[in-house]
Nanobody, 122 residues
Framework: QVQLVESGGGLVQAGGSLRLSCAASGRTSSNYAMAWFRQAPGKEREFVAAISWNDRIEEYADSVKGRFTISMDNAKNTLYLQMNRLHPEDTAVYYC???????????????WGQGTQVTVSS
């Protein structure tokens, strides 16, 4: 059973930056992909960014491209999301997710974290 714990959320002014972290434990496979999703109040959960170390793939939603950067520290089993030039529209609960393959993590992740709140004030 893989466990994911997010941290780093908070309140920030528009134009500011935050870095989210997601610590993974219980993983038995060295071949996996990870992703960030978010859910704003009254909206469906949406894809933000994904990464596969083995496949050398990084992907971003158009709304965050050029502002957010996803990265992974395999030695620490930790996923990051550096968020710059934040907009009020980025306000949401951000979730970390993982799956055995890139396709799995993009379509239906195997495991989810509990989420961390990001609030961007105007």
């Amino acid at each position: 059973q893989v466990q994911l714990v997010e941290s780093g959320g908070g309140l920030v002014q528009a134009g500011g930056s935050l870095r989210l972290s997601c610590a993974a434990s219980g993983r038995t496979s060295s071949n996996y992909a990870m992703a960030w999703f978010r859910q704003a109040p009254g909206k469906e959960r949406e894809f933000v960014a994904a990464i596969s170390w083995n496949d050398r793939i990084e992907e971003y939603a158009d709304s965050v491209k050029g502002r957010f950067t996803i990265s992974m520290d395999n030695a620490k089993n930790t996923l990051y999301l550096q968020m710059n030039r934040l907009h009020p529209e980025d306000t949401a609960v951000y979730y970390c997710a993982t799956g055995l393959t890139y396709t799995v993590v993009r379509r239906r992740p195997d495991y989810w974290g509990q989420g961390t709140q990001v609030t961007v004030s105007s």
